[in-house]
């Protein structure tokens, strides 16, 4: 199994930054891709950025430009940079792994407990 840690969420102020952070741990021979969702309130989750381990980046709509994704490979840690923030980015911010347990395994869904994200004057 895969255990995800978020760090980082908090409250911000409009036109603010803030980074998001998350570590993988637990057995897996390999993790792939890494990355975020969010969910904001009455609404579904929806793609934030994604960023696999050859550094192969999917951003959501629209969000490229002003979020950044970034991996450690070696410490399993995936970041994510949120510039120009508003408060149509308010929301639960989810940490997203796949992962095989063993080389032949197929791949597996894990999920963060997420961190909240306001964004508020």
């Known amino acids: 199994q895969v255990l995800l840690v978020e760090s980082g969420g908090g409250l911000v102020q409009p036109g603010g930054s803030l980074t998001l952070s998350c570590k993988a741990s637990g057995n897996f021979f390999s993790i792939d891709p890494m990355g975020w969702y969010r969910q904001a309130p009455g609404k579904e989750r929806e793609l934030v950025a994604t960023i696999t381990a050859t550094y192969n980046t999917n951003y959501g709509k629209s969000l490229q430009g002003r979020f950044a994704i970034s991996r450690d490979i070696y410490t399993n840690t995936v970041s994510l940079q949120m510039n120009t923030v508003n408060p149509e980015d308010t929301a639960v911010y989810y940490c997203?792994?796949?992962?095989?347990?063993?080389?032949?395994?197929?791949?597996?869904?894990?999920w963060g407990q997420g961190t909240q994200v306001t964004v508020s004057s």
């Open positions: 997203y792994a796949e992962f095989r347990a063993t080389y032949d395994s197929g791949t597996t869904q894990s």
